[in-house]
């Protein structure tokens, strides 16, 4: 039994990082990054621009011509709408 639990662990282990599904980018290096805790909220709105210019809603691909509407939408019944620019929370250097 004891084995059973310890192999589901290392599945669980293994596959919970996969399960995130973000898009991968490369954010700005800086020199004083600011920690921005509340950026990485479950019900955050993420914006993601790729270097080949294509934009990302969340894990999804989408137009610049339907990102205004589907921002809106995501925001609308949101109290709280704080904004995050990726240069100010980047990665130190």
């Not at 599904?21 to 954010?27: A, E, G, M, R, T």
């Not at 921002?71 to 620019?85: G, I, P, Q, Y």
Request: include cysteine.
């Amino acid at each position: 039994m004891v084995d059973v639990m310890l192999v589901l662990l290392i599945i669980f282990m293994v596959i919970t990082p996969m399960l995130q599904n973000k898009v991968n980018i490369d954010l700005a290096k800086v020199n004083d990054p600011t920690a921005m805790p509340d950026a990485d909220k479950e019900d955050a709105v993420v914006v993601a621009v790729t270097r080949d210019g294509k934009v990302y809603l969340g894990q999804n691909q989408v137009s610049m011509k339907d990102l205004g509407p589907k921002v809106a939408a995501m925001l609308e019944n949101k109290t709280s709408k704080e904004m995050f620019n990726a240069r100010r929370c980047a990665r130190a250097v």
